[in-house]
């Protein structure tokens, strides 16, 4: 079966896509990436969504066109991306997080938008979409759904592995004798919010920490920054950009009493990034660290994480098969293998919810909604290989 997984993460700065074709063989699944890519949003879309995004303002007109707007976009890339990798059974599209509602530990509500239809409509092909609401009425977080993926992946490796996702928020699935997963905070959502307000360049983030690489941590900053309270939690727990917003970063500043210049201020959140991974990575007594996410080519972070983890191996998701900047496209894509086929979706344990779920809401393509034959069991591992490989 081949399912085209799309996401447009925290970081809100375009669409990942990922084309898997699934085989089961025997009780474990094989997926062969057939196609991966990323597309940038078009920068007049990108600026009005930051602009609707917590603690801002908006109006329910407001998310309807952009639940349009979104949804024709992801219409426009998947169609791109049918016309390269070929056709495809199904369509997994998560959608562009708006808000995620969470009361100290307990998630009350996610909100995607990007609107199905459009994608079905312009491609003719079944769309699952939603996917992250059914965990939470669960008693789950919604988050990190990428933990069912790692727990596939990592099984098999010797030690206490864990996976580590540097999009706009940290997220970490540990796969040792009890598997654990949970957001620890800001990886790349405050750098992007500081360089956004300044308008330092086009890209709207630090580039292969470029601007890290010219500052200085100001330490009083920093222990501001670490004195968050939501660090503290007890895993599960999720959050996003409805706590680490642009105002958090102006409202940190303001409580320490300081000055800071642009470089600064990169270096610093940049740091902080490194700290509170390093201090969850090193409590859970990890020994193998599988990084994805586009805090892979911030060379800043990585040697940051290098630094306080020295006994931690420390690797890049594609030496598994999984491509860092499409990893979470590929786990969105064996969600849609798997409520195609009737099983769970979710790793409880990584969500905190009471039981799996069977996750998604389908919107049909041109044609009569054909899934396959349901399983009756999971599989029990995953092979990612490379189209021709």
Known sequence: MRVLGMISGTSHDGIDTAVVDFTLEGDRLRGTLAYSGGTPYDPALRARLIAALPPAPTTLAEMCELDTLIGQAFADVAASTI???????????????????????????????????????????????DVRIRDITAGGHGAPLVSYLDTLLLGAVEGTPAALNLGGISNMTIVG????AYDIGPANALIDAAIVAAGANDLG??????????????????????????????????????????????????????????????????ELTVRTVAADVARAGV???????????NPVMLAGL?????????????????????????????IGWCTAHGLPGTEPAGTGAREARVLGTLTPGAGPLRLPEPLARAPRGLVLDAAGS
């Open 306 to 334: 290098r630094r306080e983890l020295p006994e931690v191996d420390i690797v890049v998701s594609d030496e598994f098969g999984a491509p860092a900047d499409s990893k979470e496209a590929i786990a969105f894509a064996l």
């Open 83 to 129: 016309e390269a990798a070929g056709p495809v059974d199904l369509i997994v599209s998560h959608g562009q997080t708006v808000f995620h509602w969470v009361d100290a530990t307990t998630a009350l509500g996610t909100l995607q938008i990007g609107q199905p239809a459009w994608i079905a409509e312009r491609t003719g092909v079944p769309v699952l979409s």
């Open 287 to 297: 020994t193998t660290l599988v990084v994805s996410g586009g805090g892979v080519h």
């Open 177 to 180: 004798d009890q598997v654990s």
């Open 205 to 270: 983030y630090d580039a292969d920490g470029a601007i890290a690489a010219t500052g200085t941590v100001v330490p009083e900053l920093l222990d501001v920054l670490l004195s968050e309270p939501y660090y503290a939690l007890s895993a599960p727990k999720s959050t996003g950009k409805e706590l680490f917003h642009g105002t958090y970063i102006t409202d940190a500043i303001a409580t320490a009493g300081v000055s800071v210049e642009l470089p600064d201020l990169v270096a610093t959140l940049t």
